[in-house]
Every structure is written in structure tokens, then in C-alpha cells.
Nanobody, 125 residues
Framework: QVQLVESGGGSVQAGGSLKLSCAAS????????MGWFRQAPGKERDIVAA????????YYANSVKGRFTISRDNAKNTVYLQMNSLKPEDTAVYYC??????????????????WGQGTQVTVSS
């Protein structure tokens, strides 16, 4: 079992920045692929960014490429999502998730094994 706790969400104006953290307990994070997803009201949960186990190869959705950075600190058992140049359309609940096994199909919600409770990000214009 892995417990994930997100933090760092909040309300910012467009153009601002936030840094989300996802702290894991129960098992070492280094064995997992990690993903950040978001879900806006009335919409499906979509991948924002992901980072593979080793080597730590990042992936970004086109909508956030160049603005968001995913990173992992295995020593702290934590994954981060640095979000810069935020836009109102980034408003959503953000979730972190971990996946054991292969990197295949990492964009799909269904392949992740454990999820955090989510943290709200609100960007005003």
C-alpha cells in the first residue's frame, strides 16, 4: 500500500506560479512511475505530466509544455509539479498517482495503482 498526500494548491492570478508536492508513505517512491492528473468540473481526469521510474524521463501534456515541470526526489519520497505562467484554464483539482509495472500506456488514468486525495488549483483572470 502507498499513501499519497498532495499539497501546495491554492488560488493565484493568471501568470502566477504554484508548486505542488506529492508525498508518499508506505513504500519507497523510487519503484514507481509517477503521474500528475487534473480534473476540472464536468470534465474527465486527464494527465498533466508524468515521470518514469528510472531513468526519470518526463512527459508533458501539450497544454502545459514549457510551463510546468515535474520532478522527483526519491530521497524525500516526494514528487513535485512546478507550475508557472498559470492560466485560468489550468483551474482544476490536481491529483498525483503512482504506477508499478511498465511505463506503457502511462497517459491512461486506469493504469495507475494509487491516488492522492487531490488539491485544488484556482487561477483567476
Amino acid at each position: 500500500q502507498v499513501q499519497l498526500v498532495e499539497s501546495g494548491g491554492g488560488s493565484v492570478q493568471a501568470g502566477g506560479s504554484l508548486k505542488l508536492s506529492c508525498a508518499a508513505s508506505g513504500r519507497t517512491l523510487s519503484r514507481y512511475h509517477m503521474g500528475w492528473f487534473r480534473q476540472a468540473p464536468g470534465k474527465e481526469r486527464d494527465i498533466v505530466a508524468a515521470i518514469s521510474r528510472s531513468p526519470a524521463t518526463p512527459y508533458y501534456a501539450n497544454s502545459v509544455k514549457g510551463r510546468f515541470t515535474i520532478s522527483r526526489d526519491n530521497a524525500k519520497n516526494t514528487v513535485y509539479l512546478q507550475m508557472n505562467s498559470l492560466k485560468p484554464e489550468d483551474t482544476a483539482v490536481y491529483y498525483c498517482a503512482v504506477r508499478d509495472g511498465s511505463w506503457y500506456d502511462f497517459r491512461r488514468v486506469e493504469v495507475y495503482d494509487y491516488w492522492g486525495q487531490g488539491t485544488q488549483v484556482t487561477v483567476s483572470s
